[in-house]
């Protein structure tokens, strides 16, 4: 029998013994065995530390990213047998389209974020504060990546998407990553390592896979490390409290099983599209991955006088629903992912009916299309009705991890907000209603108990994702059961993996370490304009104090009547009674196109391409008729810009500090400009 490999230190490795035997969910068939035994899991650990780490750590942020879509690009290239391999999980191919392309989908994802981080190993974390009188002393925040390696133990639902999704983010940070899958799907997982590691785009060290036990692994974390669990939060807690974990205070994320809810608002009557919404999402939940997801809805809140037609609605609806061998296309639910989930299931359903009835499906039969029940681990979607939701607590504090809900009633929306919470912390939540002040009331009132709240109605439904998906670009985790952890959500996501650094000192020195003009630095003079620079010759803190315009009345009327902005504040002497301003005042976009006119050199072609907008700007002082401008120009950062083909003009993103001064030397506007620059060709 095949038997599975572990990718550590560097080579392919073969545990000893004979292993966990892994079967064919649909079949029942053995696939493979694996086995960690005889891996040496410290040197793995110091491995990813000292010779991955470093390898990431000195990759800048665009080298990252570029490296996370070239892996991407590669992986689609094996799509087919990755398929093949996940409808042995169970997983039709809607299924396994989540978990497969989802997974590839993350690493695109992180990727593009390299438009929005420095061309730097590290970056800025907000903005930096003023702490001296004289301008002379100032703070800020640097993120830089951490010095050790993200472990990180998966569920078996996802084999693919639950590796990718966060090794994604720790590579973007720059940390290698330990992946240990849990080992009844890990032959999937194991498939797409071997792809990752033969295209040879990582750097040795950036990636080592366990399949089978996790060993004495914990025992050597540091804390430098980061630790990401998915599963249960029994096992959960369990490796939280590990005592290397709570001595080092390693960065422990958890996301667990959770029983997550969806709320019928009251306005949402049968025969409406969002009625037929919210029965299409709730059986969509129930099925997809054969309800073996951490953000299926465990728990269906309704009102009690809808109750009737709910429960008839949903049950029609899984009447459609086939079941069976995931390869035949007549198939819309597989099978669980083995014979022990099969049994948890069985077993948890049972301790469910303490306080509910079935009300659809059955525990010890199934109709199934080209598969024998006998053989696989397939299951029957159970619907369940708790008609005492609030005395009758099973469904609130017990999860049947497949398909499996429970219909219960509230009548008002106190009692459905006070249901929700019952779960003691929820992935997600939904809730389809019209109304935005029902919206506005769930969403605070369940809100600290919820990671995701998705308010669902026809105006949305067709481009929502869903209920049950979370997205890479937001937050994915949950307070209390569900682990009082956060994944992925973009940026927020790479800096769980990098160590935030109050950094104090003076302007000059802090623009040094950063790369960025920080406020009140003093800045480098050339007696050539920085609009005649290429990109390359521009240098951050590149200085330009500029010629004086002084303002006159007849500016003021003349841009009124340009702009159309006739405001009393900038044409009407006699209303100016009460308000903030002594006479006329300029307009601030007026003042800002003076100054550009002071700060632009056109007098003739240059590097210079375009003007590509304003991040910020502020208008800090009345400017009245007879007060003198004057402009100081800074370069503030530059960003490298990618060439998307080789004939693509060579160019980059410059940002400068615009500080607009009056007559007293005080200022009277502020902004960060953009403009477009050539590089040499």
């Known amino acids: 029998m095949k038997k599975l490999g572990n990718y550590a230190t560097g080579q392919w490795i073969t545990g000893d013994g004979e292993g966990q035997i892994l079967y064919n969910a649909v079949t029942g068939d053995p696939i493979a065995a694996a086995s960690s035994k005889g891996l040496d899991l410290e040197a793995m650990a110091v491995y990813a530390r000292k010779v991955g780490n470093p390898a990431l750590r000195k990759m800048t942020f665009p080298e990252r990213g570029r490296m996370l879509r070239a892996l991407a690009l590669h992986l689609q290239q094996f799509l087919p047998s990755f398929y093949s391999?996940?409808?042995?999980?169970?997983?039709?191919?809607?299924?396994?389209?989540?978990?497969?392309?989802?997974?590839?989908?993350n690493l695109f994802s992180y990727a593009s974020l390299r438009r929005k981080l420095p061309d730097e190993t590290f970056c800025l974390d907000g903005e930096s504060l003023n702490l001296g009188k004289q301008n002379s002393f100032i703070g800020t925040h640097l993120l830089v990546p951490k010095e050790g390696v993200a472990i990180h133990i998966n569920?078996?639902?996802?084999?693919?998407?639950?590796?990718?999704?966060?090794?994604?983010?720790?590579?973007?940070?720059?940390?290698?990553?330990?992946?240990?899958?849990?080992?009844?799907?890990?032959?999937?997982?194991e498939a797409v390592v071997k792809e990752i590691?033969?295209?040879?785009?990582?750097?040795?060290?950036?990636?080592?896979?366990?399949?089978?036990?996790?060993?004495?692994?914990?025992?050597?974390?540091?804390?430098?490390?980061?630790?990401?669990?998915?599963?249960?939060?029994?096992?959960?807690?369990?490796?939280?409290?590990?005592?290397?974990?709570?001595?080092?205070?390693?960065?422990?994320?958890?996301?667990?099983?959770?029983?997550?809810?969806?709320?019928?608002?009251?306005?949402?009557?049968?025969?409406?599209a969002d009625w037929e919404i919210f029965i299409k999402e709730v059986r969509k939940e129930m099925t997809v991955k054969a309800g073996q997801k951490c953000t299926a809805i465990r728990r269906i809140f309704v009102p009690e006088q809808k109750m009737e037609a709910v429960c008839k609605a949903i049950a029609e609806a899984l009447q459609q629903t086939t079941i069976g061998n995931p390869l035949n296309d007549k198939v819309r639910m597989g099978a669980l992912a083995g014979q022990t989930q099969k049994k948890e299931v069985k077993e948890q359903v049972g301790r469910l009916l303490a306080g509910s009835q079935l009300i659809y499906g059955s525990l010890d039969s199934v109709e199934l299309i080209d598969a024998d029940a006998s053989k696989g681990s397939f299951i029957s979607p159970l619907l369940l009705l708790n008609e005492k939701p609030f005395s009758q607590t099973e469904a609130h504090e017990i999860e049947a991890f497949g398909p499996v809900s429970t219909i219960m009633p509230y009548r008002n929306m106190d009692e459905a907000i006070e249901l929700s919470r019952m779960g003691k912390g929820s992935l997600c939540s939904s809730i389809v209603t019209t109304d935005a002040q029902t919206a506005r009331e769930y969403v605070l009132g369940a809100g600290p108990w919820h990671g995701r709240i998705l308010v669902l109605n026809n105006a949305c439904a067709k481009e929502s994702t869903g209920h049950g998906s979370p997205l890479p670009q937001l937050v994915h985790g949950g307070p209390g059961r569900a682990g009082g952890g956060e994944e992925m959500g973009g940026l927020r996501g790479i800096k769980h993996y990098m160590q935030r650094v109050a950094l104090q000192g003076s302007p000059e020195m802090l623009t040094a370490i950063t790369g960025v003009y920080q406020p009140n630095a003093k800045g480098q003079e050339d007696t050539i304009h920085p609009f005649r620079k290429y990109f390359e010759e521009i240098r951050v803190g590149d200085q330009l104090l500029t010629?004086?315009?002084?303002?006159?009345?007849?500016?003021i009327v003349n841009f009124a009547n340009l702009s159309w902005d006739h405001f009393y504040a900038h044409t009407d002497h006699t209303a100016l009674e009460g308000t903030l301003f002594e006479k006329p005042v300029a307009h601030g976009y007026f003042i800002l196109s003076a100054a550009a006119g002071l700060f632009v050199d056109g007098s003739a072609k240059g590097p210079v391409l375009l003007n590509y907008g304003?991040?910020?700007?502020?208008?800090?002082?009345?400017?009245?008729?007879?007060?003198?401008?004057?402009?100081?120009?800074?370069?503030?950062?530059?960003?490298?810009q990618e060439q998307k083909k080789d004939t693509d003009l060579r160019k980059g993103i410059v940002k400068w500090y615009v500080e607009v001064l009056d007559q007293t030397g005080e200022q009277v506007a502020l902004a960060t400009i953009l403009t477009m620059v050539q590089k040499k060709q």
């Open 197 to 272: 590691i033969a295209s040879g785009i990582l750097p040795e060290g950036a990636l080592q896979l366990i399949c089978g036990s996790a060993g004495d692994l914990l025992n050597h974390v540091q804390s430098q490390d980061v630790i990401t669990f998915t599963g249960s939060a029994s096992t959960g807690q369990m490796l939280k409290a590990h005592p290397a974990i709570l001595r080092e205070s390693v960065p422990f994320n958890m996301e667990a099983d959770s029983l997550n809810c969806i709320v019928l608002g009251d306005d949402i009557g049968p025969g409406s």
């Open 155 to 189: 569920a078996f639902n996802f084999p693919v998407w639950g590796m990718l999704e966060k090794v994604a983010v720790n590579w973007m940070a720059g940390m290698p990553a330990i992946v240990k899958p849990a080992t009844v799907t890990s032959f999937l997982t």
């Open 547 to 555: 010629g004086k315009r002084t303002i006159t009345e007849s500016d």
């Open 614 to 640: 304003l991040d910020e700007l502020r208008f800090t002082k009345p400017v009245y008729a007879g007060a003198t401008i004057q402009v100081r120009f800074t370069c503030k950062e530059k960003i490298e």
């Open 85 to 105: 391999l996940s409808y042995q999980t169970g997983a039709t191919k809607t299924d396994s389209w989540v978990d497969i392309e989802g997974g590839i989908g």
